[in-house]
């Protein structure tokens, strides 16, 4: 087996993988530590195209947790370590039928007792004067609409500049010495015996085995240790050696509209918020959302749809170019899949035009809907973001430090605790996240 250049290798540097890096050098500046990554830089994968919205308004115990630590820590960036994020606390506003609403109770009630969440009727509701309450009958059943009746405002939510964020975990691990190494692809993986007796074909069934380099194209780097965090691409390298991810790729397409009708509604809060910015909202059917942008005007669009049987027929997987660059979203997605649901919920939609759209993957866990973190030979894993991995990025980081030492659990910024077993896959244990829109 070749002498270990590193002590750990992270393969991938995007929000996940940056912010393992930092709490591993963190807790031991003398490890070496080294990031490689595909792209030319780091979060240039799904961190740098997710829409960047964060929220503790989750069902499970764990998912709370990893998200309320997070936003805490990454507050304290902006506010105590004086690092601007771009943090803005406009609320996430779920709007749903009374029919939603009776079945999502139970939840929303519990979270009440532990974070900041509004419930709005109608009439309250009705004050944001660009919403349309009442959908034609025509419309409703052709495009199985459910109409808005409440509101559920979590006000310990909103939105972050990923960029900022990104660079803040990336600055703080070039300050420790963390190494990156850009433009290197991980093609592939070597496992071998920890004593090897020198035969052919080892490492044998019996053989204690270890992760002990990974290859580029043109390099090989062997380590003590390794951190797999290439989020939705997880799989594709993993499943060379038989280790499964649980998650699966799952493309999404945001659209940034804008336009005078758009700029009227994206700077009024309607009181919801102190940033005199419109709320992240979703609408009550299919998943769809408005993020707002407010930098200029414009609002991001998209469907969360991670569940709905409106989306039976779209493919797990990558793009045949696997490059997440090439697949651009068309207008025709965009005209006769949302734009039918926001006129519906929306009323002045017609000054408006798509400036941008890209495209991006969930990594996407189809059973519960929270991270999988899990141990391997000498390896951690956390991948199955499901479309909410930024605003828990910072407890997964300290979670994956904690797991590669072998540690049972793991402290959070916010000093609540996380039993690590229980996120992994043998004793996993985090019950099903069922607040799905
Ligand atoms: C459209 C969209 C909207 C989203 N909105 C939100 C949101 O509002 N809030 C939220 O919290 N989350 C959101 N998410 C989810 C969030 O983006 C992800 O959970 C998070 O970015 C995952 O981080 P990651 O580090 O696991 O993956 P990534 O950021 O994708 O990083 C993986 C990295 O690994 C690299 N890589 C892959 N394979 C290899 C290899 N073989 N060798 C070397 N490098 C490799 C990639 O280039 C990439 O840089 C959204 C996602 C999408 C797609």
């Excluded at 994020?85 to 139970?106: D, I």
């Excluded at 959302?289 to 709905?308: A, C, E, H, L």
């Amino acid at each position: 087996m070749r002498q270990a250049d590193w002590d750990v290798i992270i393969v991938g540097s995007g929000i996940m993988g940056l912010s393992s890096a930092y709490y591993i050098k963190k807790h031991d500046q003398n490890k070496s530590v080294l990031v490689l990554e595909k792209e030319k830089t780091y979060a240039q994968g799904n961190s740098g195209r997710s829409v960047a919205g964060f929220r503790d308004f989750f069902s499970t115990d764990i998912n709370f947790k990893l998200a309320r630590s997070s936003i805490e820590f990454y507050r304290h960036v902006q506010h105590k370590m004086g690092y601007d994020l771009g943090m803005k606390y406009v609320g996430y506003l779920f709007l749903m039928s009374n029919r939603k609403f009776r079945s999502m109770e139970p939840i929303i009630r519990k979270l009440q007792k532990s974070t900041k969440m509004d419930i709005i009727d109608q009439e309250d509701l009705k004050k944001i004067t660009d919403l349309n309450f009442e959908l034609k009958k025509e419309e409703q059943s052709l495009l199985s609409l459910e109409p808005i009746e409440v509101g559920v405002l979590g006000r310990n939510c909103g939105i972050l500049d990923i960029e900022k964020l990104s660079s803040f975990y990336y600055e703080q691990c070039k300050e420790l010495g963390v190494e990156f190494k850009f433009d290197s692809e991980v093609k592939d993986l070597k496992i071998s015996p920890t004593d090897p007796i020198g035969y052919p074909g080892e490492p044998f069934l019996w053989q204690n085995k270890v992760v002990s380099s990974v290859a580029t194209k043109n390099q090989e780097f062997a380590s003590r240790a390794f951190v797999f965090t290439m989020g939705a691409w997880t799989g594709k390298l993993l499943d060379r050696i038989g280790v499964d991810s649980h998650m699966r790729p799952k493309k999404r397409f945001v659209y940034q509209i804008g336009g005078s009708g758009i700029k009227d509604i994206i700077h009024n809060s309607f009181g919801l918020n102190d940033e005199s910015v419109f709320p992240f909202t979703i609408f009550p059917s299919h998943g769809v959302y408005i993020r707002p942008y407010p930098q200029n005007s414009t609002f991001w669009v998209s469907t969360s749809g991670t569940t709905s049987d409106q989306e039976i027929g779209e493919t797990f997987s990558y793009d045949s170019m696997d490059n997440i660059e090439y697949v651009q979203p068309t207008e025709e997605y965009f005209n006769y899949n949302i734009l039918p649901i926001l006129r519906a919920y929306l009323k002045e939609l017609d000054n408006f035009k798509i400036s941008s759209s890209w495209t991006g993957y969930y990594s996407l866990n189809t059973q519960d809907k929270t991270p999988y973190i899990f141990k391997f030979l000498n390896s951690v894993v956390a991948t199955g973001g499901s479309g909410a991995g930024l605003m828990k990025s910072d407890s997964i980081g300290r979670i994956v430090s904690s797991i590669l030492l072998d540690e049972e659990t793991t402290e959070l910024f916010d000093h609540s605790r996380v039993t690590n077993g229980a996120i992994g896959i043998i004793d996993r244990d985090v019950g099903i996240e069922s607040l799905r829109f």
